[in-house]
């Protein structure tokens, strides 16, 4: 029987690749013994120390989800936090929804009033803690998601990405994990990257 793992997964939910590749690892479940613990990272504080502003008139907006987002993981836990990245990818990437955000609370069966913490600091620090956590999987120069998984001595080792436009399914969505797991299992190994060719897919594939 293939050894069952446990599966962090670092998000920014207004990233539509992170969404992507979400989508991509709830399949991965149903076909591989993997368990998915969500987790926040933060495309803000990734960039905060730059010169330039990549996510331009973004940013001001970008802290609102992620700081829902931890509240949600520190009171109802990791389940409530996927359920609620769920409801949030749907809302901002399928329905072009980005500013709801008690919608997609109360879609996820959550209670609407969180919606208030996007305008607070109280859950700064756990946004920035959570992200520290991707950052010492993955490194500094890399982007959301970040995925970690136990490599075969033991220690957790992380990964930016996969970047991947549409979702694979079934088998298909296994094989690339199967592929990412190798890819895990080389020590040294770091980066294997093509430059992206057209705009991110939601659709997933029959």
């Known amino acids: 029987m293939t050894e069952a793992r446990t599966v962090d997964f670092w998000f920014d939910p207004v990233c539509p690749y992170t969404w992507i590749a979400s989508r991509w690892m709830v399949e991965v479940a149903k076909v591989r013994p993997v368990t998915v613990r969500w987790r926040v990272m933060s495309l803000s504080v990734l960039n905060e120390h730059r010169d330039d502003n990549p996510e ?65 600091t109280e859950y700064d620090e756990a946004v920035r803690s959570s992200h520290a956590q991707a950052i010492a999987m993955a490194g500094g120069d890399i982007g959301t998601p970040v995925v970690s998984v136990a490599g075969p001595d033991g220690e957790r080792v992380g990964f930016f990405g996969p ?44």
């Open 163 to 206: 970047v991947v436009s549409p979702a694979p399914t079934g088998e298909t969505a296994g094989q690339l994990w199967d592929g990412f797991l190798l890819m895990a299992s080389v020590p040294g190994f770091y980066e294997v990257k093509r430059t992206r060719t057209g705009e991110p897919r939601f659709d997933l594939p029959a």
């Open 56 to 120: 331009g008139e973004w940013e001001d907006y970008m802290w609102a989800p992620v700081r829902v987002c931890a509240a949600v993981e520190e009171r109802f836990g990791g389940q409530a936090l996927g359920d609620l990245f769920t409801a949030m990818g749907t809302r901002f990437h399928l329905q072009g929804d980005w500013g709801n955000l008690a919608g997609a609370l109360a879609d996820a069966g959550l209670p609407q009033s969180l919606a208030e913490v996007a305008e607070s």
